[in-house]
Every structure is written in C-alpha cells, then in structure tokens.
C-alpha cells in the first residue's frame, strides 16, 4: 500500500498567515493527490485534485502542488473559516490511501 | 444539486450485519462510481471500497475484504454497504463519496455520514 505522510501534524497559525501543508507518498504517484478540509462533526470538503486543480467554489486563496512523491497545500492568507483538519488523498493505485491529517488551529 | 445520504446506520453486536445505504440526487447516479469511506472517531479517514458505473467492478481495503460487500442499483439511484462480521474497529461514520470521472479516483461530493457502532 502507499503510505501517505503529511506534516506538521498541528500547525498554529493567524489569520492572514500564509501556511504550507505538506504530504509526501511512499512511492510516486505522479499527480494523483487530492485535498480535503475537514471540520467537527461535518464531512469532508474536496478542495484540489490532480495536485494542482481547484475545485469549484474553492476560494482562490487555496492551491496545491507538487508531482511525483512530494506535494503540498498552501492557503495564501488565512481566513477563520480555513481553520480546520485537512487531508491528503492518493488515487494513484488501489487501495486509495489518506494522509493522517493535518490540524490547523487558531493561535 | 448534488446530494448523497446515508441511512441504516446504529448499533450492532460484534459478529453482527448491517447494510448501509446511500441515495444519490442531483446527478446521473449510473455515470459514476460510487464509493464508502469510515472515519473511526477521533481519527483519521479510511477508504473502504467502491463500486464501477455498472457494478462490474468492486474494490476493497484488505481490513474488510471477505466481510463487506458493496452493491448497487442504478434504477433505485442507490448504493450499498452490507457489512457482516462486525469487529468493534469497524465502528466509525461511513461516508458516502462519489468520483466524478473514469480515472479520476478522488472525491467531488460527500453525504453526511452514518455512524456505525459496533459493541455489546
């Protein structure tokens, strides 16, 4: 299976920040890697897929990118809405794999 | 506009069944595969398995294959998780999650979840 790592784990950070969220694949996955945000208790929200595509309805603010093993989100300026869990997603070989999240807190 | 939503979801003893359901609106349900994915609580998501256009293909996570089936019926927009078996790890929300296209593995819309509690 591919194993998918993301770091940090918890990030603290202001609103107008700019953070990095990085997720790195065991093996390559050339750009099959999505992203999701998460809140408490709600589904997930698809964010980008093929690394680099926004979804729409996605703010602008939000962008991924990376190909091979190495990938990341960056969110441009932090809003309070984006404070939440996101997660990476490989769909490049079954069995589909989650990194194990990154948690975004106010500080 | 799209929506996916989960029903059959409660409680069960381990060594039990339950069958998840998912009805699907707002889009032609038999254009897409359909997929399940758990999320444990507290932790983080695992998908499960998920299902072709026309059922002809199925693909599982190994911690569910021999146990969990997925199905479904394009005529009723609806699609299944009948789980057998159960082991109190299978406790979780089961999300309903769709791809939007052939090769493209990844999630576009979700439901809400069922939660899935497996204990005595």
């Known amino acids: 299976d591919i194993q998918m790592t993301q770091s940090p784990p918890s990030l603290s950070a202001s609103v107008g920040d700019r953070v990095t969220i990085s997720c790195r694949a065991s093996?390559?996955?050339?750009?099959?890697l999505a992203w999701y945000q998460q809140k408490p208790g709600k589904a997930p929200r698809s964010l980008i897929y093929?690394?680099?595509s926004v979804l729409s309805g996605v703010p602008s603010r939000f962008s991924g990118s990376g190909s091979g093993t190495d990938f990341t989100l960056t969110i441009s300026s932090l809003q309070p809405a984006d404070f939440a869990i996101y997660y990476c997603?490989?769909?490049?070989?079954?069995?589909?794999?989650f990194g194990q999240g990154t948690r975004l807190e106010i500080k | 506009e799209v929506q996916l939503v989960e029903s059959g979801g409660g409680l069960v003893q381990p060594g039990g069944s339950l069958r998840l359901s998912c009805a699907g609106s707002?889009?032609?349900?038999?254009?897409?595969?359909m997929n399940w994915v758990r999320q444990a609580p507290g932790k983080g998501l695992e998908w499960v398995a998920n299902?072709?256009?026309?059922?002809?293909?199925?693909h599982y996570v190994d911690s569910v294959k021999g146990r969990f089936t997925i199905s479904r019926d394009n005529a009723d927009n609806s699609c299944y998780l009948q789980m057998n078996s159960l082991r109190a790890e299978d406790t979780a929300v089961y999300f309903c999650?769709?791809?939007?296209?052939?090769?493209?593995?990844?999630?576009?819309?979700w439901g809400q979840g069922a939660l899935v509690t497996v204990s005595s």
């Open positions: 299902i072709r256009q026309d059922g002809s293909v199925t």
């Open positions: 999650a769709r791809h939007p296209g052939d090769n493209q593995a990844y999630f576009d819309y």
């Open positions: 093996q390559g996955i050339r750009n099959h």
């Open positions: 707002g889009f032609t349900f038999s254009a897409h595969w």
């Open positions: 997603q490989q769909y490049d070989l079954y069995p589909i794999t």
């Open positions: 093929a690394a680099s």
